[in-house]
């Protein structure tokens, strides 16, 4: 893929996100709400996603990116942690034929080693299950750290300087692209965050480095087409610059 600078739409564009980021948060307060389990805000989460997933893909964006396991939330207490990873399991198990028939690809993104081998297994699976999907493209993002992509990024270009295989000066920001797990992807042109949060929380920093980002009140588990809707709307009516006048 070409330089990032090479990949932004044009000036002003309003047509439909190529490439849209989620960060899906409420869960918890969702649940508590109703005097429930943080489980089940989570459970319902999963069920949010499905909607969300359905709605890009009837929206025309191609590439959707769902921040479902920050490599923060691995300090959350451990039964919660266990309750994220199995759902996540079951989710990568049990959706992988639904995906298949509604053209969906799946690529994981993040440090998948940190699940274990059966994990990365099921992983590998639902990934090589779904190539051919072409309708819509979904990265789920688990035990994923921006700052950490782009340490290791950092690290694996001094190791081809210390080998003699890259000059420093041949590192610009196309060959910093190239070592990123998104490399080949277009960059998020929109980022949405719910539940009133308005942070990035080490999401896509690199990448979304000229995203709209549109934050909304609505509690995860109450997200569906109706709300991504509103946010494409918005991207709609924002006038993309890219730092030009
Ligand atoms: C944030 O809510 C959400 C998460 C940490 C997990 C996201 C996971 C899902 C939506 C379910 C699985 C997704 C897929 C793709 C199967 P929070 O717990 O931080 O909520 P809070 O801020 O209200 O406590």
Known sequence: ?????ERQPARGATAVPA??????????????ARRLPRVMGHRAGAEAARRAIEAAAQAGVGWLTLFAFSSENWRRPQDEVMELTGLLRHYLRNEV?????????LRVIGDRARFGAETMEEIRRAEAATTAGTRLNLNVALSY??????AAAARSLAEAVADGRLRPEQIDEAVVD????TH?????DLIIRT???QRLSNFLLWQAAYAELVFQDVLW??????????????FGRRERRFGGR
Do not use: C, K
């Open 221 to 234: 588990p109450d997200f569906d087409a109706s709300h991504l809707r509103q946010a494409l709307d918005e």
């Open 145 to 150: 750290g921006s700052r950490a992509e782009i």
């Open 1 to 5: 893929m070409s330089a990032a600078s």
């Open 184 to 188: 080949g992807m277009p960059d998020p």
């Open 195 to 197: 539940s009133g949060e």
């Open 97 to 105: 034929a639904q995906l298949v028939r509604n053209g969906v690809r």
């Open 19 to 32: 490439h849209v980021g989620i960060i899906m948060d409420g869960n918890g307060r969702w649940a508590t």
């Open 178 to 181: 190239r070592h990123l797990t």
